[in-house]
C-alpha cells in the first residue's frame, strides 16, 4: 500500500514538471495568471501584444498563443486565427473550453507520447472536436523524471542532473527532432495539414509545456514562411515568460513534498534557452546543409507544399 501511494505521489509530480499539472499538496495555487502587459487575445480584434506575442489567458493552460502578427522579412504579416500554439489542455475550465471555442479550430495536434497522456489525461476539447495523436518521442525525458524525482535521493539527483547533465539531456532531446525518422514525420504531417487548410484550419497544435516540441514546430512554421531569425527566437523563448511563475511553484511544491532537497536542479528542464535551439540547428546543418534542406529532404515538404504553407500563413 505504501509503494503504491509513493508510486503515485512521484506520478503527480512528474506531471507538474512534465504536464502542466501542480503536485496535490500544491494544487490551490493553479496556473499563474498572466503578468502586467500580457495580451489579451480576441480571435478578430487582436488587443495589445506583450514584447510581439499574442497570448490567450486561460485558467487551466498558461503558455497558449496566437502565432498571427509576426511580420516577415518582406514586410507582410503572419495572418491571426490560423494557427495556435498551447501546452496541455488536460486541465482547462469551462471557461476556458468556450474560450476555445471561439477560436473556432477545426483540428488539435498532441504531440504528447502515450505514457504523458496516461498520466495526464486527453485533452478537454469543445464538443465536436477530437485531438489528433501524433506523439513526438521525449527521449526519455518523462521516465528520467520518474527515476530522479521517485529516488527522493538528493544524491542520486544531483549525479543525474548537476553539472550541466540537465542541460545536456535537453539538448539530446532537440537533436532527435532533427535525427529521427518518426519525429520528422509527425513534424511534416503538421506542417502539411497548416499548408492545405481545409478542414485543418485553423489549428493548434500542442505537446505538455507547450515549449519543446511545440516550440521546434513554431520555429519551423514561422521560419518556413519568412519570419526573420531574431523574431522567431524571441517566440521560442516567450515560453520562459509565460511559464515562470508556474514552474517556480512546481519546484516549491516538489521541494515541501520532500521530493527534492535541491528542486532548482529541474530548471534546465522546465525552461528552453537558445542553447538547446542550436543544437537541433547545428543536427539541422549537418545532416541537410541548411534549414531548407531540412524542410524539403528531412521533412519532404515539396514546393507545392512551401508555396501553400506562405499563401495560407501570410497576407
Not at 523563448?237 to 509565460?242: I, K
Request: hydrophobic share 40%; glycine share 10%; with cysteine.
Amino acid at each position: 500500500m505504501r509503494i503504491s501511494r509513493t508510486r503515485t505521489a512521484v506520478g503527480v509530480a512528474v506531471s507538474a514538471l512534465t504536464l502542466s499539472t501542480l503536485p496535490a499538496w500544491a494544487a490551490h495555487a493553479g496556473p499563474a495568471a498572466p503578468e502586467r502587459g500580457t495580451a489579451r487575445h480576441a480571435p478578430h480584434h487582436p488587443g495589445p501584444a506583450y514584447d510581439g506575442v499574442r497570448h490567450i489567458p486561460l485558467q487551466g493552460a498558461v503558455n497558449v498563443r496566437d502565432l498571427g502578427g509576426y511580420r516577415t522579412y518582406d514586410g507582410e504579416q503572419v495572418r491571426y486565427g490560423q494557427v495556435f500554439r498551447a501546452d496541455a489542455l488536460t486541465k482547462l475550465t469551462d471557461a476556458d473550453v468556450a474560450t476555445l471555442a471561439g477560436l473556432r479550430l477545426k483540428k488539435v495536434v498532441d504531440f504528447r507520447v502515450p505514457a504523458e497522456v496516461q498520466y495526464d489525461g486527453p485533452d478537454r476539447l469543445p464538443a465536436g472536436l477530437a485531438p489528433t495523436a501524433r506523439p513526438v518521442s521525449d527521449n526519455g525525458l518523462f521516465t528520467t523524471l520518474m527515476t530522479v524525482i521517485g529516488s527522493r535521493d538528493p544524491v542520486k539527483q544531483e549525479e543525474m542532473l548537476g553539472n550541466g547533465r540537465a542541460d545536456a539531456f535537453m539538448r539530446d532531446v532537440y537533436r532527435t527532432f532533427v535525427t529521427d525518422g518518426p519525429n520528422r514525420a509527425q513534424f511534416a504531417a503538421t506542417l502539411r495539414d497548416i499548408a492545405h487548410g481545409g478542414k485543418a484550419s485553423p489549428l493548434l497544435y500542442h505537446c505538455t509545456a507547450g515549449k519543446d516540441r511545440t516550440g521546434w514546430s513554431s520555429y519551423l512554421l514561422l521560419r518556413a514562411v519568412g519570419v526573420p531569425e531574431h523574431t522567431v527566437v524571441r517566440d521560442f523563448l516567450a515560453s520562459n515568460t509565460y511559464r515562470a511563475a508556474y514552474d517556480a511553484k512546481v519546484r516549491e511544491g516538489l521541494k515541501q513534498g520532500g521530493l527534492m532537497q535541491n528542486p532548482d536542479l529541474l530548471i534546465p528542464l522546465q525552461e528552453v534557452r537558445t542553447g538547446y535551439l542550436e543544437a537541433a540547428l547545428t543536427e539541422v546543418q549537418k545532416e541537410y546543409g541548411s534549414l531548407n534542406g531540412y524542410l524539403r529532404k528531412g521533412l519532404g515538404l515539396d514546393t507545392r507544399t512551401m508555396l501553400a504553407l506562405r499563401q495560407r500563413m501570410v497576407g
